[in-house]
């Protein structure tokens, strides 16, 4: 699995930006939101229960990531189709704020090293990604385990204090000074 420290890998998936057919996909590639930093989050599979939890949850956060200069991309294994049919048919998704890619050949899971073999899925997997493309936070939880977009939220803070910071450190709070 690629962690912090490793470069993004090149991709090319197609996304879905809304509910209208008409407009809803475009392309999207590692040089998709150049200069931006890019929360990219996995989940295994649409038309389920716990993920839609998550991806609502990041949903409410936008404006949030969006004051830290950080652009959302929800993913998983299911097609551009699938993703476009869960939006118009889930309350909590119709009105969402980021792209959901399609990551339908794996490439992109495979090379994260997040493909779980035995299911197919991607598994439910979380990246912060800096502005040159570097892994800066990892976060891969159980199936079952939905994530806390709150704590990617707090970490994408820390991390962009270039500060050492402590345990359960909030935005506005001291950084620790090393002597």
Known sequence: MLTIGDKFPDFSVT??????????FQPFDQKSDKGKWK???????DFTFVCPTEIAGFGKLKGDFADRDTVIWGASTDSEFVHL???????DLKNLPFVMLADTNRRLS???????????VAKRATYLVDPEGVIRFVYVTDMSVGRNPQEVLRVLDALQ???LCPCNWQKGEEVIKAA
């Open 39 to 45: 929360l990219v989050f996995f989940w295994p599979k």
């Open 161 to 163: 204090t270039d500060e």
């Open 110 to 120: 495979q090379a994260l090293g997040i493909l779980d073999e035995e299911a197919g």
């Open 15 to 24: 996304g879905v930006v809304s509910t209208d057919p008409k407009t809803a």
């Open 85 to 91: 049919a869960w939006r118009q048919n889930h309350a």
